[in-house]
């Protein structure tokens, strides 16, 4: 595969290579840190849901993965958003017909979904970020 190819499709194959080891403590004590307040904070909208929290610490592990190899630069932030979530969970309760099972299998695929959605857009807008990601880097 040829290796523009890869870092088109995964831009952190680009940038990885000039990460600063020195900064890996610091970017520890970060990602500590923000998992403190992101975890619980998708457990409670798991909970919104009525679903498993185990649901929350999956997406929000899982979304920041794939978040961070398809963004194109080393800084970024995530984090649920709680009127998305509402919306969400209505839908899902809607679409179970109130059967617990049934909501616990379609949560998963509403935010598949969403996350699906969000990779459509993100593709679509990529020439645009490109042209302007130098005014947003910080050195």
Known sequence: MNMNLIKTIFPIAGWIAGYKPGLFKWDLITGITLAMFVLPTFKTYASLEEVPAQYGIYFCITGGLFFAFLTNTPQCAIGPISAISLMAGTATALLSGGDPGQWAEIAPLTAFAGGGNNS????????????????????
């Open 120 to 139: 459509i857009v993100f593709h679509r807008s990529k020439k645009e970020i490109m042209k302007h990601r130098n005014k947003f880097r910080v050195s």
